[in-house]
């Protein structure tokens, strides 16, 4: 099975130019399948919220989108191009950041040495200066944590510290990954403030989430993962269509293979 989106409120797909595209991928690791023929697209400024229980290959997909897991078979499409088992540093010039929840932030490095880090690669030694000004400036908490560890920050600072990286690069898909894991509810409520502030700047997303109704609130359209295929593809607003999936995932074993 697989699930196309489709355009957003009805405008032609034909003269929108997808951000992103999978097409059949099958993917997984050494003799283990977890995807089994995914098919999807994210338009320009839209955000999609991929959903589903434990272990049925929301992360795995993430991965694919980020170039990090090459799909068995199947195409991953990023602006037009095919990339399909190009190396992870060509989804990132091609505009893909892949933040996850933890690991996107070098622990032993200070804030700032990780925000410098980043924008060094990414605007050179003269724009690193710059960039961290802007940062502080929509952060300031970040800016009195300049100097502290990144590893000793709390979970929500880590995040909002990903976040921040990211919202200075100004990349053309964000794919967020589980990025509420482990926080309090009203530090979750703040970072998905942040993607919303994100999404308006014009980043599309992909927003992978167990707290569905987080993500629904943040996206557009939404794809229900069910043991590596798309149980639900359609607007983020039905949530008719969409929990009954949600559900009917629930009920069956994760047993990680398909009916
Ligand atoms: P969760 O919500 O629990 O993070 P998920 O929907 O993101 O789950 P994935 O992490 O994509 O699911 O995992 C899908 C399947 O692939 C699972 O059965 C998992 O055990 C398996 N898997 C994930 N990563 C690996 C790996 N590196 N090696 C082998 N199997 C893996």
Known sequence: MSATLPASDGEAATTTEHVIELDDVHAGYA?????????????????LAVVGHNGMGKTTLARVASGLVVPTSGRVVVGGVDLTGRPTHEFA??????ATEGRSVFSSLSVQENLSLTFR???GRGGVHPALERVYELFPRLGERRTQLAGSLSGGEQRMLT?????????????????????APIITDEVYKLL????????????IE?????ALDVCDDAVVIDRGLA????PAADHERLFAAFQHAGAAD????PN
């Open 93 to 98: 010039l091609a505009g893909v950041a892949h």
């Open 121 to 123: 690669q990414r605007f």
């Open 254 to 257: 994760a047993d990680g293979l």
């Open 231 to 234: 149980a639900y593809s359609g």
């Open 163 to 183: 976040l921040a990286r990211v919202m200075v690069l100004e990349p053309k898909l964000l794919i967020a990954d589980e990025l509420s894991l482990g926080l």
């Open 196 to 207: 919303l502030r994100i999404k308006s700047t014009g980043t599309s997303m992909i927003v």
């Open 210 to 214: 167990q707290h569905v109704q987080h």
């Open 31 to 47: 003799q283990f399948q977890a995807l089994f023929g995914i098919s999807l697209s994210v338009g320009p400024g839209r955000a």
